[in-house]
């Protein structure tokens, strides 16, 4: 499988400086790249990376010209080194057994031309699945769902009835879309769920992670909108309305009836209250907690969640106050009033 | 499907106030209903929204009779609504096989009447279901649980060894009762896992979310009380006792031997050590991470979390510190003092 | 069942301190034994937990001997307490079924003496599977998987193509391993999923919890090191490599490209940016929010994270803030200033 480095630079399309003949036994990143193996470097920033890594080649943008090692200089480094990666470590293709007889299909099902459902996958009454879907092993579509073509279930992702995606979907392993809203009423010391008459409905080219959770809507339908990306374990609560080309972050939890624009950015285990909207390009920094509506391409951040900006000014105040305290210590001294220390006070409003 | 305004008050036994040939064409909620269909407002706090509904007629209770358009009045606006959505989407009713051959039921098990078992579930040695229970695809009951009557495993659920269901419980798809307590020991430099003897009991009436997680006990059994309510993703420790009707939301996680009285709410993502007791009617605010136990019917908030006046309290002094810089600025130059930059003064303690 | 406390005291090898011919009915935890049952106290710090136990009789080490009841001394309290609990409830034993004919196994794949495949289990193309291991219901190994000896895989654990776990390795219900990393670049208004082609790799001795997700690599692989061991519901993202030893508590999320030294510890909910290091023995209290890599052994806590003592100075600072109010106003009175209410200051930076 070793490659020297001018036919690796054939093989990407890239411009080699330094010893074609280098033969080269394998491909990984900066981080853990050994001698004989070559690595990437998108960017200048990585410079004292790149000079702690054993790597003996590199691919590199143009923007990017290190000397310590031969290169081979591409328009996108991504694309380039993936090619090079499955070169190495050519990428296993999907078995494709057609429609498993291991697999339970109702016969009222429809399926589309080319679709593979691996064994023991199970496919309910009036289900609709497009053209080119896979369904892996274990994954589980219950009455009446609807599939765009082209869709991927990996294994033990979970449909509940009425369940519609779009095209192009990508659902991980151990997704749970439409299960109960988690509303409920208190009567007679007991509560009550509300009702569970909606479901889910996920648009085009969307990927939702493993273990991620979508509740169904009360009334209506909670809608994922094109485009958005959800990472795993992520709580998207009832009769949400995610907007397009979203990117939520993993462990992310939204609570019941918020919306959110286009372009919204959640980072990791972000939590909104119920309710709220987030406005069209509003980026919410990591573990924040949104307790109001956003405006339209603002950061945010903290717990309870402010502006990004303001967040640091409250931080910096807080950092002052030893210098705080020293001062009025000193400002006591001046008046001749008794030099009390602090810490003996007792805590008072 | 399209009912008139009169039709649609006698649907739901309420008073008409309008045009009653008015053709309705659907049901939605306030954010996304359009003109020709029927919405609902069940508190004046909703004036509002509903001017900006294009709904042609609203469902409403007789505490608030808006003039806007046509209404009908209910005594209950939710029990109404979820009739009249019936009406134009009939929910479907789930699949009843029986039991079915594509199903494994190991011969010792004992099943109750009129038990549905869906495709490739798997019920273990001498598991005893009651009457009534569906048990969906996927579920994987492992041998000598014992689950009451009318219960439901949702799609995937899993419960190990052992586990014990009360009655009219709700199992959604992907929970998982019973896996092992994280507790270990350190020995020659390894951690050796302590004893997983003990089991997972549920009560009566409890729903668990999708993808939640209920570590067994080490000696004897984590228990959930009789009607709590567990959302998606949430997290209960080793030896944990839940108390009865507890409100716990989304992602909410309860570290190990804690225990909880009746009526506690937690809000999403709340995080409690371990061997802690939250009193009767405890309310824990979103995000809360709480370092005690807790008083009853008092309410917490922040992290770590305090009791919710106090946490207001602290944030509200910490936004008068640019005002006491101003203060002491003042005092300074009062005193001849040389004003100095906090700004660029070095942090010291 | 029951036993007398000698016969109990044999059993255990343990040293009886009372009455020996007591009965006992059964055994269980301080918090909730009743009158006839044996419980454990492990350390003199239970002293008050033991005094309100109604428990006849308790387990304890050379270090604690309570005068309050009859006890057995043992060098090692659990294992005693675990063989007891063992008598009055014996564990059950997992079917072993062989490799069950209601499973589907690949021609194509390897599978080692003495392992067990329970029903609706899913292995596929060129999968290698250890000798003596236990691969429950519902479980889905893609393609390509390598799993060492004596490994189980509890139901509905999910291992995408590629995936290398070593040997002793638990992987519990819902866990998903493998599924793609979260990084995408935005081209032409669109989210474009990155490089896929990594895997992830397991060591020796590794536990994972229900419902964990550990995303692949983009072109190598993600890494858990030997003995280290997650709870439920943990993230870890694309290109991780985890030390060896670490203790992962419930909810972790690790961004992408993170890295652990050994015997690191992270509490509940904790969350760490992408592209850190967490050095050897570092600690993290529950809920901090890690920014920057960590020193090796140290402890850090907080949103952000700040090392632990200086998260207190912080917190000690902040309560101070009245007093250091109430200064402020004594000495303006002394400089002849107007004494203002910081109440009725306009909030001004």
Redesign the interface.
Known sequence: MSLTLSEIARLVEGRLTGDGDLLIQG???L??ARAGEIT?ADNPKHAAHLDRCAASAVVVPESFQPESRPTITVADV?VA??RI??HF?P??T??RPGISP?A?V?ASAQIGDGVEI???A?V??DVQIGAGCVI???V?I???CRIGAHTTL???A?L???TVLGERV?V???A?LG??G?G??LAA???K???Q?GSVQVGD?V?I???T?I?RG???PTVIGD?T?L???V?I?H?C?IGK?N?I???V?I?G?C?TGDYVVMA??V?I?DHLHMADRTVLG??S?VMFDTEPGKRYI??PAVEEREAF??AA????????????Q???R??A?PA?S?ET?P???
């Open positions: 491909a990984a990143t981080a853990v990437l991504h080194f993936s990666v499955s470590h990428p296993r999907t078995s291991a339970f109702d691996h064994p023991q199970c309910g009454r892996h092993s274990g589980r219950l009455d009446g990996f294994p033990n979970v509940y009835e009425n990508i991980h392993a151990g749970v299960a109960h988690f409920y009423s010391g007991k509560h769920l509300c009702a008459l080219d990927e992670g493993a273990a959770a509740d009360t009334y209506g485009g990306k990472d795993n374990l709580q609560g009769n309305r080309h990117l972050c993993s462990q939890g609570a009836s919306s990791g285990q939590g209250a990591a573990k907690g903290g717990l000014r409250g105040l807080v950092r002052q106050l030893p210098e705080l305290k020293k001062q009025i000193e400002l006591r001046a008046a009033l009390q602090l006070q805590e008072a409003a």
